[in-house]
């Protein structure tokens, strides 16, 4: 059985995130997402500091995200962010968003990030440091 990590954190909605409907602008589930991303980072030990102190960087390349329900100011938001295991030298997560008050699932995503050197040269294949941390969290 394939070891699943996850995590879940919280972010609230603020005024400056809805439109004039009062419903969140599409456009800030990004940054949801990306305090999902940082979350992980941060309990597993694979944020981007950490990636920077590796002489290597990780741009997102690719995103993708699924509506389901709307959002509203004062809502407070749950993201859970799994991470997608695979011998590619990328990191790819999954995202559920969900409305705390009532649980309701209001969001999915996905993203993609790569490998790059300090010169914005692609890296083919997982850096060592990937690879060390895989084996840490028991990936590998």
């Known amino acids: 059985m394939t070891k699943i990590l996850k995590d879940r954190t919280e972010v609230k909605v603020r005024f400056g995130e809805v439109d004039s409907m009062g419903i969140v602008w599409h456009g800030n589930y990004v940054k949801y997402i990306e305090e999902g991303r940082e979350s992980f980072g941060k309990k597993y030990g694979i944020s981007y500091l950490d990636i920077a102190s590796n002489n290597v960087m990780a741009p997102v390349v690719n995103m993708s995200i699924d509506f389901k329900k709307q959002v509203y100011y004062g809502d407070v ?62 990936l590998i």
């Open 77 to 138: 938001l749950i993201v859970e962010t799994e991470f997608v295991d695979q011998e590619a030298a990328k990191i790819v997560f999954k995202f559920t968003i969900y409305r705390k008050s009532d649980n309701e699932l209001v969001a999915t995503a996905e993203s993609t990030q790569v490998f790059i050197n300090m010169k914005r040269e692609m890296i083919y294949y997982p850096p060592q440091f990937v690879m060390d941390w895989k084996k840490k969290v028991g």
